[in-house]
């Protein structure tokens, strides 16, 4: 038997009262926790709601533009740029200018700047890599050519300023550690120099800044027996300090030649991919002219969004063009569209806005 102060309700009602009412409802206590054990059942057996869930995917692309004589184009925004990926336009979420000279107003002269704006300069220090592959052979063109350029070394590192870091590797019959990232740049170019010969070079003083030292395998850079695999190597260490990278590849020739023809070796694609996923573009700087082997340099360079250059050829514009490419770059950020297989895929990188541009961006990745 029970009392109420009104006419009865059901019993999910009466565990709820009414406070506005003042009224006060009593169930005896084991109605009330059977009625609990069954509300409590059923939201037991009640599907929890489906939240969908759905990743996005995004590729950061860094992208250099620039005119015909080399100088950088300022000012482009969103709507200036097209991206496709395997052909299908993509979503370009952001796009941002990464300015990497604090001389900017070098540029703002000859430089084309659509909106009469021009950026701040950066903050903070660029990250360069040098990589001088030295000829174990001492083939007589190769180690001319590699003098030629140590000759004029301060005009081809010009563009090095007191907050860059620059680390120096080097390559003959394996990959040679010899600077850790430092911002003296007399260090920079003497070691450079000194890596013309095949000696085997002390290790370098761990860096204060991010040091290569503690992030590369001495074991596996002896063992790397071709250029290829050092470049591997290399972006395998960049890949764990974070932002971009330029490298300055000071070279002679990578894979072989069979009946005239020209290959990327084996290893070549992991290579790529290292460089890719540490943001690292590579610029190739041939010591020599006119030779079969410069196909994979060519290459190297354009499937990271750098540019293949020789030091024979007029060196005073290819070294204008060196320092005036480094004088900024775009980052893009698009957002990766449904792909139908894994691997490598072509990215195109569009300027519609612009005529007579020369557009520096990697042409494929790989997931």
């Known amino acids: 038997m029970w009392i109420a102060t009104r006419p009865a309700r059901p019993a999910a009602l009466v565990a709820q009262g009414s406070a506005s009412s003042g009224a006060i409802a ?3 206590r084991r109605l009330l926790a059977g009625a609990l054990l069954i509300a409590a059942a059923a939201m037991a057996q009640t599907p929890p709601p489906l939240i969908e869930k759905i990743e996005v995917e995004r590729v950061i692309i860094d992208a250099r533009v620039t005119n015909i004589d080399g100088e950088p184009i300022l000012g482009l925004q969103r709507g200036d740029f097209r991206v496709r990926i395997d052909g299908k336009p ?9 300015s990497e000279s604090r001389d900017v107003a070098q540029f703002e002269n000859a430089a084309h700047v659509p909106n009469g704006i021009a950026p701040e300069p950066q903050k903070h220090g660029r990250l360069f890599v040098i990589f001088v592959q030295t000829d174990f052979g001492r083939a007589r063109q190769r ?3 590699q003098m030629a350029i140590n000759a004029a070394l301060d005009k081809w590192l010009a563009f090095l300023e007191p907050d860059d870091q620059t680390a120096v590797f080097s390559f003959d019959s394996h990959l040679k550690f010899r600077l850790d990232f430092s911002g003296d740049s007399a260090a920079v170019q003497r070691t450079v120099k000194e890596s013309l010969f095949i000696g085997e070079p002390p290790p370098p003083a761990p860096s204060k800044t991010w040091a290569l030292s503690m992030l590369l395998d001495r074991q596996a850079m002896h063992d790397a027996a071709r250029p290829e695999i050092a470049l591997r190597i290399i972006g395998e260490a960049l890949a764990k300090v974070p932002g971009a990278k330029s490298m300055i590849f000071i070279c002679w020739g990578m894979g072989h030649v069979t009946n005239g023809v020209s290959f990327n070796d084996y290893g070549y694609e992991h290579a790529v991919l290292a460089l890719q996923r540490a943001r690292v573009t590579v610029f190739t700087i041939d010591m020599m002219d006119y030779h079969q082997l410069a ?16 030091s024979t050829r007029f060196p005073a514009i290819a070294i204008h063009r060196l320092h005036h490419t480094l004088g900024g770059h775009y980052e893009i950020e698009v957002i990766k569209p449904q792909l139908t297989h894994r ?6 990188v569009e300027v519609p806005t612009q005529r007579r541009v020369t557009i520096l961006a990697r042409n494929v990745f790989g997931d």
């Open 26 to 28: 009593f169930l005896p």
């Open 90 to 98: 993509v979503e370009i979420e952001s796009v941002d200018w990464i």
């Open 143 to 145: 180690v001319q050519g």
């Open 295 to 310: 196909f994979s340099l060519a290459s190297i360079a354009g499937d990271t969004g750098g540019f293949y250059t020789t």
């Open 343 to 348: 691997g490598f895929h072509q990215i195109a």
